[in-house]
């Protein structure tokens, strides 16, 4: 009966009036939430991020690129070349747009019906006329509209992360890019080395001065020697295409691009990271995500309570003409009743996804703490073997290169001697290499476990450059 009252009370005009002003701040921002998506991505990457819409965009697009790209790519300029040119985080970024659509779609109510009938009986005419309201949508209204407004913010944190992901894979791959080419030169210097073993090895053995087994093996050393630059020439050619492929290129002209010869050297000491895991609590986007999502969760299971009962409740005017009689006024409900279906699975639903929700969010967590400290670890290893190689290992095998040399001067060591200790000492730059590139990979891993999503990539130490040291040997 209190529904009844207020429905006599209630007039079209009012009903009408009410849902002008609730959807009269249902439209559309002027940046569409990138806004928030580039201070994010800012705040974690030192760039920010900007979305395609006109043709005049992706000239200036464009013309960033090309400028970036007349000079030798550095990390930073990688990154920035991938945020602003990869089209697949372009397309990430229409999940905003869809966001907010449905955030103003929320704000506004459904279309009034309007309902009109005439019948006619030999002289008299009956003419029925009603308008009808969503009135459930009309209270509903600030609720569903609360739900879709977190539901865009988790759409700005998921495109936020998207950017991060692009700008921390975009660095691996630019260090890979750069070990395999560097890798190359050393590589080719190991073939070159064998070649000239191979070919003294065999002229010795047609005078006599060389057993056949002596020769054999300098051959195979030799063959096996062409296989790895073959196989280092297509890692730096892969490796490239996975840097180009995030950098969104195409064409001669774009993937002609330039990177340095050589890693960038070691810092004089690892940076000491405090607190890792508070900061990626109040960091990672991610985790952050999650909290959003239980909180939109939480906010649709109460939406669900409050309309259990009562799903379709419709209220509005309707007027009456009939030949010969006054014009009739009154009102019409159309309500739902709840005979057959009281709600009860829907709210069940409801928690039962809330609960799945808030487990997920405290698995995000500790997936979270694990993987940054687990990140850190890599960090700290993968700079102490890098350190090694520099200080203990290389220049170990550069004192013994001079050793060696001086016996061949004094005709104490043979030539195959010398190109021996040559090969080894290539070999172990190279695993340098491999250990330099490892730690570089392993600092952007840890800035992406405390500040995007999580790792992305293997923290664990490569062992392929001891292992190509040793074989070199």
Known sequence: MPIKQKLVLANPLAIALSAFILTGCATFSKDGGLDSVSAMTKARTGQTVQREKSADDVAEVQQTVNQLLQKPLTPDSAVQIALANNKGLQASFAELGIAEANLVQAGRLRNPGFSFSRLRGGDDIEIDRSVMFDFIGLLTLPARTGIESRRFEQAKLFAAAQAVQLAADTRRAYFNAV???????????????????????????????????????????????????????????????????????????????????????????????????????????????????????ASALGLTKATRFINVFEAGYINKSQTGAPRENGYEISLELPIFDWGSARTARAEATYMQAVQRTADTAVRARSEVREAYSAYRTSYDIAKHYRDEVVPLRKRISDEVLLRYNGMLASVFELLTD????????????????????????????????????????????????????
């Open 179 to 297: 070990a395999a080419q560097q890798s190359v030169q050393y590589a080719e210097q190991v073939a070159n080395a064998a070649q000239a073993s191979a070919e003294l090895a065999q002229r010795m053995s047609h005078v006599g001065n060389w057993s056949k087994l002596d020769q054999a093996r300098e051959q195979a050393f030799y063959a096996d020697a062409t296989t790895q630059l073959a196989r280092a020439r297509h890692n730096a050619v892969a490796a490239r295409e996975q840097l180009t492929r995030l950098l969104g290129l195409w064409g001669t002209a774009a993937t002609d691009y330039k990177i340095p010869d050589r890693l960038p050297d070691l810092p004089k000491a690892p940076n000491e990271v405090t607190d890792i895991e508070t900061r990626a609590m109040q960091q990672r986007l991610d985790v952050q995500t999650a909290k959003r999502s239980t909180e939109a969760t």
């Open 422 to 473: 040559a090969r080894s000492q290539v070999g172990s730059v190279n695993g340098a290499i491999q250990a330099q590139r490892d730690f570089w990979i392993a600092e952007t891993n840890l800035e992406a476990a405390i500040n995007g999503n999580g790792v992305g990539g293997s923290t664990s130490i490569s062992s392929s450059a001891s292992g190509q040291a040793q074989a070199q040997d």
